[in-house]
């Protein structure tokens, strides 16, 4: 779930020697979609597509209840499950943002899009009107901070972030997030992130 | 000829009628409410029962929605769930035959876009689209079927 995108991912999924699949969301998808306010957290879907457990960070708890989930027969129902906009293709978003102005989610995704394809004034332009439609929307600011930091626009993406995080106070991932771009030097040079540091800088925030 | 061929084609409609609507399924009642077992519920109304760890309740989906339900039986392997808690929890109709030994589930149709709220457990996961590595798209809908661990993690 970074921002910054594979490159800051990558030494890590190499290291591990991952056999699963890995994916970057660097436009904080899977944190939307789920409410996610800190990671890591775990999501077992099932072959109906149900959300069957959600927990935090692995544990011997969490391994039994996955474990017996998969001694279940397996049924042969599949749900269908609704699209979240960032799955739907950009001349489908075109048309919902066409046919209704008000739909700010479609419009966020589509900015998504279009940064995506090079274009950024066009993001940009979106990200604008679903800011004013949506102006307590944390999702937006950071959706627009994201675009930014694509363009190399750090400063402004950091002030868009700030307010992303400003509106959800309480959402870690925003947070860290926010200062593994500021202070690279405590994230990326020793074998972890530095801990200690960010409880200490927690703490002058909270003041 | 003509009539024969009338009657075929009615009977063709009749066919496809058919085919669409849900069929009844065996009710079992105990101390006077009816309910059915998951495996009827599965095989007679495509309706998926399921436990949820720490839960007191069980999840039922049909196609394109769940929702979850106290109102079951466990007897050995077998769960029985309460039809009419079921049905209004669900949105769906609840057809009992004249003797209520049968009834058919027939759901009521219900959007499929999402409105963007937050997916919890017990709920259909929502389709979402993200980049490997290596830039590549994959989508949950990529895993349709299949059992799916998602792990987030992040650099920071």
Redesign the interface.
């Known amino acids: ?2 921002v ?1 995108g ?1 490159p ?3 030494p ?2 190499e290291k591990a020697g991952v056999t699963f ?6 436009a904080d ?2 944190g ?5 306010k800190a ?16 927990a935090g960070g692995p544990s011997v708890e969490l391994l039994s ?2 474990e ?3 001694q ?1 027969p397996v ?13 739907v293709a950009t001349p489908e978003l075109e048309r919902k943002v066409a046919a209704d102005a008000d739909d700010w ?1 479609s419009r966020v995704a589509l900015a998504r899009a279009y940064a995506e394809a090079g274009r950024s004034d066009k993001a940009i332009a979106h990200l604008e009107t679903a800011a004013k439609l949506q102006p307590d929307g944390s999702s937006v600011f950071f959706v627009w901070g994201l675009v930014l930091l694509q363009h190399g626009e750090k400063d402004a993406a950091l002030n868009k972030l700030k307010q992303a995080r400003d509106l959800d106070p309480d959402n870690w ?1 925003i947070r ?2 926010i ?2 771009i500021e202070h690279p030097d405590k ?2 040079t020793g074998n972890s ?1 530095d801990y200690d540091w960010q409880s200490e800088q927690l703490k002058t925030e909270k003041k | 000829m003509r009539t024969l061929l009338l009657a075929a084609y009615v009977a063709g409609i009749c066919t496809t009628v058919n085919a669409a609507t849900p069929k009844m399924i065996t009710v079992t009642v105990r101390n006077g409410v009816a309910y059915s077992s998951a495996t009827e519920l ?1 095989r007679g109304a ?3 029962i ?5 839960s007191i309740a069980v ?1 039922a ?4 929605r ?1 929702t979850r339900v106290k109102g079951f039986l466990r007897e050995g392997d077998v769960t029985l769930v309460n039809v009419a808690e079921l049905a209004t929890a669900l949105g769906f109709a609840a057809r009992f035959s004249d003797d209520r030994r049968q009834v058919q589930l027939d759901p009521k149709p219900k959007s ?3 409105d ?1 709220s ?16 290596d ?1 590549t798209a ?4 990529d ?14």
């Not at chain 1, 990671?39 to 457990?53: A, K, N, T, W, Y």
């Not at chain 2, 399921?50 to 720490?54: A, D, F, S, W």
């Open positions: 779930m970074d910054q594979a800051v991912a990558k890590y999924i699949p890995v994916a970057v969301d660097t998808v899977l939307q979609a789920f409410g996610l990671i890591p957290v775990s999501i077992f879907v099932d072959e109906v597509g149900i959300v069957r457990l959600r209840q996955i017996e989930l998969l279940e049924t042969r129902i599949r749900g269908t499950a609704p699209q979240l906009a960032t799955a989610r991932r860290k997030q200062w593994a994230f990326y992130p | 599965e495509a309706i998926a399921k436990k949820l760890p720490g999840v989906c049909s196609e394109d769940c499929l876009t999402t963007g937050i997916t919890g457990v017990g709920e259909l996961a929502p389709n979402f689209r993200v980049a490997r590595l830039g994959v989508s949950l809908a895993f349709r079927g299949k059992r799916v661990l998602i792990q987030s993690w992040a650099s920071w």
